[in-house]
T-cell receptor, first 113, second 114 residues
Framework: LAKTTQPISMDSYEGQEVNITCSHNNIATNDYITWYQQFPSQGPRFIIQGYKTKVTNEVASLFIPADRKSSTLSLPRVSLSDTAVYYCLVGDTGSGGYNKLIFGAGTRLAVHP | GAVVSQHPSRVICKSGTSVKIECRSLDFQATTMFWYRQFPKQSLMLMATSNEGSKATYEQGVEKDKFLINHASLTLSTLTVTSAHPEDSSFYIC??????????FGPGTRLTVL
């Protein structure tokens, strides 16, 4: 699985847009990019997944440039409840079999009032 | 999304005892489940892959005789920490599903070994 690199921590304020960038220089052709959110003492929760260009759902957007060597998770108008650790992972979802997730260090986002 | 439960949510035990943690997929069948361990302020570390009807696959450095995994049905995997010691105190999390975007995580089990 491709290794990912993210900022260790970020700070923001309520109502701001937060962009967390992840580097994955060795991403393979079949790899997808997936982001998870984790609150303290809870299991991670799936946020969004994409392969290329832009993906948007009800909670976030994911921007992936043409070379796919990085991706940016965008959280619009964050609130205090968005304070969490965000993990970027890459892996193959198309093989038809399971694919184990190897978590990097993640980005600890702190949203302030 | 699909629901994965863990039991117990937290457990305290004495050093030398064994502790069993259950992971259940409540509304779907999971031929594969994963077990992770997470220490405070650290990321999740994959311990093993639990395969229904066959032996688990352990990650490098994880003792298979200490962390016994049984995946006896399509909805249940158990992790038994044998002869637990204080250094085994951690947050244990399971996930179920197959593909990357279909893995659902349990709420975790906080193990404290005295």
């Amino acid at each position: 699985l491709a290794k990912t690199t993210q900022p260790i921590s970020m700070d923001s304020y309520e109502g701001q847009e937060v962009n967390i960038t992840c580097s994955h220089n060795n991403i393979a052709t079949n790899d997808y990019i997936t982001w998870y959110q984790q609150f303290p003492s809870q299991g991670p929760r799936f946020i969004i997944q994409g392969y290329k260009t832009k993906v948007t759902n009800e909670v976030a957007s994911l921007f992936i440039p043409a070379d796919r060597k990085s991706s940016t998770l965008s959280l619009p108008r964050v609130s205090l409840s968005d304070t969490a650790v965000y993990y970027c992972l890459v892996g193959d979802t198309g093989s038809g079999g399971y694919n184990k997730l190897i978590f990097g260090a993640g980005t600890r986002l702190a949203v302030h009032p | 999304g699909a629901v994965v439960s863990q039991h117990p949510s937290r457990v305290i035990c004495k050093s030398g005892t064994s502790v069993k943690i259950e992971c259940r997929s409540l509304d779907f069948q999971a031929t594969t489940m994963f077990w992770y361990r997470q220490f405070p302020k650290q990321s999740l570390m994959l311990m093993a892959t639990s395969n229904e009807g066959s032996k688990a696959t352990y990650e490098q450095g994880v003792e298979k005789d200490k962390f016994l995994i049984n995946h006896a049905s399509l909805t249940l995997s158990t992790l038994t920490v044998t002869s637990a010691h204080p250094e085994d105190s951690s947050f244990y999390i399971c996930s179920a599903g197959g593909k990357v975007n279909e893995q659902f995580f349990g709420p975790g089990t906080r193990l404290t070994v005295l």
